[in-house]
């Protein structure tokens, strides 16, 4: 039971990497959703600037190991993620240049959908 639910602590903390990087195409379709959105982003942004640790990775670490399995030796990002975009490890700077990343490209969304809104009509 443990196993199952570290997989879903790490179904969950995907999901909600993937909604902080792109939710922001959600908000296209509904721009009701920018209030979930927006809250994510700053959380993500956070965590990869402060250097801190999301508490999903924890939570999964305890699950594995009541499960009898070893828990992630470091965190979401490094464990799961970097292996495709930092193969080296994650470093400071690295997770600077994450938060930067994911806040750019929400501004220029955010900004863009703005543009359209105000295009069609929208105040």
């Known amino acids: 039971m443990y196993r199952a639910l570290a997989d879903a602590v790490v179904v969950l903390h995907a999901a909600f990497v993937l909604f902080a990087a792109g939710g922001v195409l959600l908000v296209w379709r509904r721009p009701s959703v920018a209030w979930l959105h927006l809250p994510a982003v ?61 806040l750019s490209f929400n501004v220029v969304m955010y900004l863009w959908l703005r543009v359209r809104l105000r295009a069609s009509g929208c105040p």
Do not use: H, K, N
């Open 42 to 102: 700053v959380w993500g942004v956070g965590i990869e600037w402060s250097g801190a640790v999301c508490p999903l990775t924890p939570l999964e670490t305890v699950l594995r190991r009541r499960a009898g399995e070893m828990g992630p030796e470091g965190g979401f990002i490094e464990d799961y993620v970097l292996g495709v975009l930092y193969p080296d490890g994650l470093t400071p700077s690295g997770q600077f240049v994450l938060g930067a990343v994911l």
